[in-house]
């Protein structure tokens, strides 16, 4: 794209570059791509920036922290095609640059993964991906700790029965090449969309424990450095505004988080029409499903048609791909979405006979198949063997076939009871379920589909809506810049936390010295000065501080527990970094089974009960 666009503006004086998720920059110089020896300089230099819309809020949180501010020196408007993911999905992604951190816990996280692989799953209940331990389970982690000897566990028994649930969650809910893959000796995550996301990391401590799940050790977690969502981009003196382009669009979602945007809709009238076939059954088993899928393929590649086939993850097309031994198949999945050359080489050759192309989510949007004359006029075959939780990535693949007029092509779904839909939600489609299990009457499919994708889409949007209201309070810091928010930590925050500290410390020197740290805090946080800023976020996020050793430590586990807690509303630590979130924690843990709603009202009773906004000074939204 960023090639089209240089040679048609170079020679009208406008300069294009573009970015990369490796940290590359390129500017065109009118003969070619030229890389940028300061990455940083491409915001200077070019007046078009091609990229992720990620790395645009990377790359400002970025600036902030070094000499190199170019971004926010000029005037932007953000322009982005598939606005449905990169402007409304990626929204509700907080985009968090981490710092390196100290592995003050290892003989913890070592003991306690030992210890995990040794529960019996009758101590534990999983839920929606999440891991609870039973009342019997927690007394078996405490016999099981005290046997290893590990003599903080009895000071911090919450925090400890959480890194054993998120270690549990490792082991029971995180799948290689469903949730993440391996890349070398690195984990990559595996996005919503399908997409890989080299980089990325889940927090939570579950990083490091698939890491010794796959590869018997790890790497220290990170810190989070700074934090910030797209909206917060959005809303930056130098963004100007942005257009969306999509094919699909889930219209109330985007209204929820961009209530001032306007959508309008265009017709093409150049597009096909694909023959759909009535959904006849769902399959009990995926393994009977994926044969099906198999008979399928092997009768239409033997009449010259070509196939393009969705399947919920990378392992499930694996398994198809072995299925269809002696048929040439290819794959664009999560291990393929940051290579472009290899994908352009699958689509290119995805519309010639005998084709057959199997994608995850990634492959569905986006992509653009021309097909030959002679698979033209016997149409493109799309198959639909995965039943995804939103009705927009179904609609989306469908998209994929007749793109063009005269293509028509054909539109197949065959879906099982072991679809992502199922195994992302299994709480919110339990009943479903069981109805599809007895009664596989065409109408009894179709209705409990659509309720169920309008039931997760309901729980998104109240995901969002409670994200907003998170927006509406960080927003304000981010209108004047990162620092502004890590003034607000500094003031308050780190004072909080020694004050409540001196609470717990009982020996008069060591008291003193705190007392004496909250002076020079006071004395100095006037001073204006960014340094002291980020010097106060890194005390209060780590345990760095050699007077209290682990006690920040397990106040970020608290933190982590929030977040981990409401897993579609991850900016609550944004706000509260004082260990009453040991106290937010339990309250929204009772709270998590009802609405986010329900957890505001928690949260507000906490505030209210603590005084938090009269001894902080902060005005917290209701």
């Excluded at 082991?171 to 893959?181: A, E």
């Amino acid at each position: 794209d960023s090639q089209k666009a240089a040679n048609l503006l170079f020679s009208l004086g406008v300069k294009i570059g573009y970015v990369t998720d490796a940290g590359k920059a390129y500017i065109n110089n009118g003969k070619g791509w030229e890389e940028l020896k300061q990455y940083s300089q491409i915001y200077d230099k070019a007046d078009v920036v091609y990229g992720v819309t990620s790395k645009y809020s990377f790359d400002y949180q970025g600036s902030i922290f070094s000499e190199f501010i170019a971004q926010s020196q000029k005037n932007w408007a953000i322009l982005a095609d598939e606005a449905d993911v990169t402007l409304v999905n990626e929204a509700l992604t907080p985009h968090i640059i981490s710092k390196q951190g100290k592995d003050t816990l290892k003989e913890t996280f070592l003991t306690t993964w030992e210890i995990a692989k040794d529960i019996p799953k009758k101590y534990f209940n999983i839920e929606d991906k999440a891991v609870t331990l039973t009342r019997a389970g927690k007394k078996l982690v405490i016999k099981k700790y005290a046997d290893k000897g590990i003599e903080t566990f009895k000071n911090n028994q919450p925090a400890y029965f959480f890194i054993v649930e998120q270690a549990l969650r490792a082991l029971y809910c995180l799948k290689l090449d469903v949730d993440y893959f391996k890349d070398g000796k690195a984990i990559v995550l595996i996005g919503e969309g399908g997409d890989a996301q080299p980089g990325r990391k889940l927090q939570d401590y579950l990083n490091i424990f698939i890491e010794l799940k796959e590869f018997m050790g790890y790497n220290p977690e990170d810190r989070i450095g700074s934090l910030m969502y797209l909206t917060n981009l959005l809303r930056l003196p130098h963004v100007k505004g942005f257009i969306g382009v999509t094919g699909i669009l889930e219209e109330r979602l985007a209204k929820v988080i961009y209530p001032r945007a306007k959508i309008r809709h265009f017709e093409s009238s150049e597009k096909g029409k694909p023959q759909e076939e009535k959904l006849e059954e769902i399959n009990p088993t995926r393994e009977g499903k994926l044969a099906k899928v198999k008979k399928l393929v092997i009768e239409l590649i033997a009449k010259g048609h070509a196939a393009l086939i969705k399947v919920g993850s990378p392992e499930e097309a694996e398994k198809l791909e072995k299925l269809l031994r002696g048929v040439e198949v290819s794959i664009i999945d999560a291990r393929k979405s940051h290579d472009p050359d290899a994908i352009d080489s699958i689509v290119k050759n995805a519309g010639k006979p005998y084709a057959v192309t199997i994608v995850t989510g990634v492959g569905s949007r986006g992509i653009d198949i021309v097909l030959t004359e002679e698979v033209g006029k016997k149409g493109l075959y799309g198959i639909d063997a995965d039943l995804s939780p939103y009705s927009l990535t179904t609609l989306q693949f469908k998209g994929r076939i007749g793109r063009r007029e005269g293509e028509d092509g054909y539109w197949i779904r065959i879906y099982s009871l072991e679809d992502t839909i199922f195994s992302e939600y299994p709480s919110l489609t339990a009943e479903a379920k069981k109805s599809l299990a007895s009664d596989r009457s065409p109408e009894n499919i179709e209705n409990k589909i659509a309720i169920l994708q309008t039931r997760i889409l309901e729980t998104k949007l109240r995901s969002a809506e409670a994200q907003t209201k998170i927006w509406e309070y960080t927003g304000k810091f981010w209108e004047d810049a990162l620092i502004q928010y890590q003034q607000v930590i500094a003031k308050y925050g780190i004072k909080a936390l020694y004050t409540i500290l001196l609470k717990d410390v009982k020996n008069l020197e060591k008291r003193r010295v705190i007392q004496e740290r909250i002076r020079q805090i006071e004395e100095n946080i006037n001073k204006d000065d960014p340094n002291l800023y980020t010097q106060c976020t890194d005390e209060i996020l780590s345990g760095i501080d050699p007077l209290i050793g682990n006690y920040f430590e397990y106040i970020n586990v608290y933190r982590q527990r929030l977040d981990y807690l409401q897993r579609h509303s991850k900016a609550w630590y944004s706000v509260f970094h004082t260990s009453y979130i040991a106290e937010l924690a339990a309250g929204i843990q009772k709270a998590y089974r009802k609405t986010l709603r329900d957890m505001s009202g928690v949260i507000a009773q906490v505030i209210e009960k603590h005084s938090i906004e009269k001894k902080t000074g902060l005005k917290l939204p209701k």
